[in-house]
């Protein structure tokens, strides 16, 4: 352990970012309080440390080392140096002097992960223009467009540079990357926070370099390579890519799947956080070393449950891509937005291999289990509205233990306790603008309007185009509710979120026909909307030159039957003889 300055630090050596890490993450924020470190260095004229950086060594090159942490941070402060040397004339004799930060002759010093190489290595030439094809590269090129923003605002950008070279680093240097990530536990790192993934690895790693022989050291970090390699794939293409409003947030990271992973995994928690899972993978490896043959137990615990992380992150993989090239799956999570508390009842179908096999039964012809987590979202959890998590984590933590049929019956038996034919029927008739269904619903009946289904590219437009639920009875009316059939304003009320007077309107004309009387809004934004029950709703006012309170009656009703029948009221006749209708007699199955 030492205190080294930068510029030491990268005299006459090579960093490599081992492939189990995870890729470059920083933000713009990151990069402004990088910024406000130097110019503190400055300002005060003294050394500034900025954190630390533990590396191992390489067993065939003594002047090369892995970063086992610290990477964010060298990562940043290479690309930042690069930029410095653009910004400088080239005929200053120091621009020389200050390469070794890039390259030892044709060798760059900092080798990312082998997916970013070729775009890291074109940043660093000056080449700002490449396309990002993940989430870390997009973070890379975003760095670098915030640091030449800084940069225009230094006035002396040598003396910046020689600041860089002059900031303090607490260094740690080990000869096993099993014995850097033991360091690591207990270093406090200054950046990006860790994510509870990354804790999760780190621990593993230090039971198995420690109780274990080191021997499951290189094969977790393999894995955890891979994992992190998934979540970068499901996060760029799942929120960056596709728009899934679930996976774009910025606060959905690995540690949100992480969570999803623990109820399939585990049944005594419901609803856990990221850090009640790695207080929980913590307190297991604990209380394992307490046993007398604990080796073969640790051993077998680390294995099963990293191969089941690593499933469940491929898996969710396999299905985002899908979302991109298949329009079901689009419709499902972009458009529906499926519920978060379904995700790990979805993956375990697609992991287990059924998720699109067909139901057994006659009367479920043509249908899929995809098809009973659409109906169990849009019915459950957009409609009624309620979110049952107890119940889901009960069965996916058993579901790999399940048949087909006994998989098939307790989500029909699902469906059905939370929401009956009844209730449905009820929910169709009543205020049902609240509903998050709705876009869906309402794309489904233009396709059953059209008799055809959207292509991927139509929906992608539709989405473009923020479609919007639009009220055509406007619920601040210019009007009198009694010209219209109606009571009086507070029998308007009791209709205005109905079905009947709901439709799908793109937003910008949305807003243009807002509180106007349907007639007007027939020329003014229906006719000019791409959806068909809306071109049909005003073809329909134009014939009938009015839209009152029996049209929306009349309107509820057809909506509402297309409804009944779209998402399965009921199970339907015929029936198999062992579907379970009592939640009781079901969990005496799974005995």
């Given at each position: ?9 990268f005299?006459d ?11 470059y ?9 990088l910024?406000?470190?130097?110019k503190?260095a ?28 610290g990477?964010?941070r ?68 975003e760095?670098v467009?915030?640091?030449k ?21 607490m ?7 099993g ?28 039971f198995?370099n420690?109780?274990l022989d ?16 998934l ?16 996976i774009k947030?910025?606060?959905?990271t ?28 913590k ?15 640790m051993?077998?615990?680390?294995n ?38 379904l ?12 998720l ?17 987590v ?34 098939q ?24 603008y609240?509903?998050a ?16 289904k ?12 923020i ?5 055509i009875?406007?619920?601040t009316p ?15 009320v ?6 009947g ?13 807002q ?5 007007l ?42 409804c ?21 007699e ?6």
């Open positions: 352990m030492a205190t080294t300055k930068i510029t030491d630090l005299n050596r090579y960093f490599e970012i081992p492939r189990y890490q995870r890729g993450a920083w933000e713009k924020q990151h990069i402004r309080e910024f406000e470190d130097i503190e400055i300002d005060s004229k003294s050394s500034h440390y900025i954190g630390t950086v533990v590396l191992s060594k390489c067993d065939v090159d003594s002047k090369k080392f892995y970063v086992v942490d990477q964010q060298l990562t940043t402060i290479t690309l930042l140096i690069a930029q410095l040397l653009q910004k400088i004339q080239d005929g200053d004799t120091r621009i020389y002097q200050k390469m070794h930060y890039i390259k030892k002759g044709s060798q760059y010093s900092l080798k990312p992960l082998d997916r970013d190489v070729l775009l890291f290595q074109q940043l660093l030439d000056g080449n700002t223009h490449a396309t990002p094809q993940n989430k870390s590269q997009r973070f890379m090129i760095a467009e915030e640091m923003f800084q940069i225009d605002n230094i006035q002396n950008p040598e003396q910046f540079l020689d600041a860089i070279g002059n900031l303090e680093i260094e740690f240097i080990e000869n096993s990357e014995d850097a990530i033991r360091i690591f536990q207990t270093v406090n790192d200054r950046g990006k926070s860790l994510s509870n993934m990354e804790k999760i690895k780190s621990l593993l790693i230090y198995s420690k109780y080191k021997k499951y050291d290189d094969y977790i970090n393999a894995v955890f390579s891979d994992i992190f390699e979540y970068d794939s499901i996060k760029y293409n799942g929120g960056d890519r596709i728009g899934i409003n679930l947030r910025q606060n959905f690995e540690d949100n799947i992480l969570s999803y992973h623990y109820v399939t995994y585990f049944s005594d928690n419901y609803e856990p956080s990221a850090e009640y899972v790695l207080k929980t993978i307190q297991k490896l604990t209380d394992l070393r307490k046993e007398n043959d604990f080796k073969d137990a051993a077998k615990f680390i099963k449950y990293i191969e089941s992380l690593k499933s469940f992150f491929t898996n969710l993989n396999t299905i985002i891509s899908k979302v991109g090239s298949e329009t079901k799956y689009y419709k499902l999570f972009v458009i529906l937005n499926l519920s978060a508390t995700y790990p009842l979805i993956v375990k179908l697609q992991e287990k291999g059924v699109e096999k067909d139901l057994v039964g006659s009367k479920f012809m043509g249908k899929r289990f995809f098809d009973l659409e109906l169990i979202d849009v019915r459950v959890y957009k409609t009624r509205g309620t979110d049952p998590k107890a119940d889901i984590v009960k069965f996916v933590s058993s579901i790999n233990d399940r048949s087909d049929i006994e998989i019956n307790w989500l029909l038996w699902f469906n059905s306790k939370w929401m009956s034919k009844e209730q449905f029927n009820a929910s169709l008739s009543v205020n049902i609240p509903n269904a709705l876009p869906f619903i309402f794309v489904d009946y233009c396709e059953s309007i059209r008799n055809n959207y292509s991927l590219q139509e929906l992608q437009k539709i989405v473009a185009t479609p919007t639920i639009e009220h009875l406007a619920q210019d009007f009198k509710p009694e010209s219209l059939g109606f009571d009086d304003m507070e029998d308007f009791s209709y205005e979120h109905r079905l007077n709901l439709s799908l309107l793109e937003k910008s004309l949305n807003s243009i026909v509180k106007k009387v349907p007639i809004k027939v020329s003014l934004g229906y006719d000019k909307s791409c959806f068909e029950m809306t071109k049909k709703l005003a073809s329909d006012i134009t014939s009938k030159q009015t839209f009152a309170k029996k049209d929306v009656i009349e309107r509820t009703d057809v909506l509402k039957e297309f009944v029948k779209r998402w399965w009221a009921d199970v339907p006749e015929g029936q198999p003889d062992d579907v379970i209708s009592d939640e009781t079901f969990f005496d199955v799974l005995k």
